[in-house]
């Protein structure tokens, strides 16, 4: 295999290095054969992405159709079309529609991240939740409860409970994930931004933050304790169109970044020092990608609350289906992640009906056991 060969191979994650037997028969195989390869290769990652967009679309439907009130499918689609019920209409467009919107680009957000964290740092339990972004997102909306007053609860037609500045406590807890990002890409560049200095200074960051929360939790009162609660209680339904319009854009604009990135995120796979050779500036590369998944979780978790497992599953889930080829990694992850938090959410509407269980509670029972699977079966993190 010549040095060409051998760059393409690597950049684009197309296959592993080859064997002697490999080498072999590819001297044998004639061009066409190993284009028709290829072809075959991208074909099945092509139809994998398709079939996860299609049940990713069947999933919102039946979402948008069942809860407290059971909404036929062919209502749903009338509605969508212009027509239908006003009845139906209401309940579509002002709950069911945002709160389904917003479980997939959560989803699709959190999963991404954890996917480009991964490669970053080359460790599989790379994720918003481990390294401690969720947790100083926790930290500034206590922060905000408690010191700035936005803990007085009240009750509205969509929520028994809410924090009467959703807003505030939002950006605060957003400036707080981006300092925690901040301290921990410091931390790195002075150390030389090595992987095992940013895993080290997440987990370290996110005790921090952990037991700032338990301190400010500690002195709260009933209701200032009761507004910190509700608020780490991750919960899609809380979003309004504003703000999934706000979460939509970061994560269309931090994916879009992720995807140019691809190739240097498929090179990193092969080590440092191969990606250095191969002229890839990894520091910056490691450095960017973090700022921008950390950017696109702090958004997030800003106005969902703290949602765990999604960003850590759904990359593994679609690593050992898609391989290690970020091109079909990445779009692959965001597909799982949306569909797992929009199931996610569907549950916790069905469970305990009428009665509304907060997503984050049903992601930790379902993701824990199911990353525990996923060892046991052997997958290759």
Known sequence: MSRTSKIKAISTGAAPAASDSDRRMSRIMPPQAERDLYGSYIGRKTAALFLGFILLCLAFLVSVSVGAVSIPLKEVVRVFLGGGESRWATIILNIRLPQSLAAIVAGAALAISGAVMQAILHNPLGSPFTLGVSNAAAFGAAFSVMILGTGVMQSTAADAVSVTNPYLTSMVAFGFALLATAVI?????????SSEVMILA?????????AGTMFLQYFADDVQLAAMVFWTFGDVARIGWRELAICSVVTAAGGGYFL?????????????ETAQSLGVPVKRIRLCGMVAASCVT????SFVGVIGFVGLVAPHLMRKTLGEDYRFLLPGSMIAGALLLLVADTAARLILAPTVLPVSILTAFVGAPLFILLLIRGTKL
């Open 260 to 272: 140019l990135n691809r190739f240097n995120f498929n090179t990193l796979t092969a080590g440092d």
């Open 185 to 193: 890409l410091g931390i790195s560049g002075i150390t030389g931004a």
């Open 202 to 210: 997440g987990v370290a960051m996110g005790s921090l933050c952990s």
């Open 298 to 301: 702090a958004v997030t978790l």
